[in-house]
């Protein structure tokens, strides 16, 4: 049994279209695997930025900037389970995110006020940036 050049064609324009759904379907899926970690960044991103901006602010509201601390700090604990989740597990991650805690620590021990929150937040945004230099 032959078969005609046309329908050669047809199947092979079938195979093709199939083939390029596929791989669409793949590339989606592997995209998304990302959006939780890109997510929680993006929340913490957020979160610095407001502290930052209640920090400078002229009526700091310290119990304001220290939630949002809390909140970077919440984020920084759940990050070693979120990466993993997609395969990422490096001790050089795990050492810069134990300092990033430990600079948002400072800006929420007790008495700390906005100068400190201040101070602490530079300390905080130093800590992400090597995290982002050696771990990219």
């Known amino acids: ?3 005609s050049g046309g329908r050669a064609l047809a199947l092979l324009g079938v195979g093709l279209f199939i083939g390029a759904i596929g791989a669409f379907m793949l590339m989606s899926t ?3 695997r990302h959006e939780v970690p890109r ?8 979160h610095m930025g ?8 002229t009526s700091c509201d310290t119990p ?7 909140r970077m700090r919440a984020l920084a604990e759940d990050s070693t ?11 050089t991650f795990e050492r810069r995110r134990d300092g990033f805690i430990e600079e948002v620590d400072k800006g929420l021990a007790p008495g700390a ?19 982002h230099h050696d771990t990219r």
């Open 81 to 91: 389970p979120i990466f993993a989740a997609i395969g990422y597990v490096d001790a």
């Open 113 to 131: 006020d906005c100068a400190v929150i201040g101070t602490a937040l530079k300390q905080i945004a130093d800590a992400c940036e090597a995290c």
């Open 64 to 70: 304001v900037a220290q939630r949002h601390l809390q």
């Open 39 to 46: 997510g929680s960044m993006a929340l913490m991103q957020y």
């Open 1 to 3: 049994m032959t078969m």
């Open 50 to 57: 407001q502290a930052r901006k209640t920090a400078r602010s």
């Open 30 to 32: 592997l995209q998304r």
